[in-house]
């Protein structure tokens, strides 16, 4: 997701939810603090959603994972759509 540029609105978002009200994004540190902040919500958010969906399609064993993972991954790139063209 990151490689396709699926996540720059999200973590961008994030930056300016997590920075101290009326700081200008200028120290290097904090950008990274509250990038990663954001991240951790993104990959918490999906880890939760691949949980419950694996709960409730009741796999019959771990060799399902690559057909429930794929499902994910279709909701998750509709969720997330690039921002640009990543050819």
Known sequence: ML????LDTSLYE?????????TLPVDEE?????GLTGFNHVYGDE???FSRFWHESEPDSTM?????F???KQRS???FPPLVDAD
């Open 3 to 6: 490689e396709q540029r699926r």
């Open 14 to 22: 994030a930056v300016v939810k997590h920075m101290p009200e009326g």
């Open 30 to 34: 904090m950008l990274v603090a509250a």
């Open 47 to 49: 880890y939760v959603e």
């Open 64 to 68: 399902a994972f690559p057909g429930i």
């Open 70 to 72: 794929g499902t994910i």
């Open 77 to 79: 790139n509709a969720r």
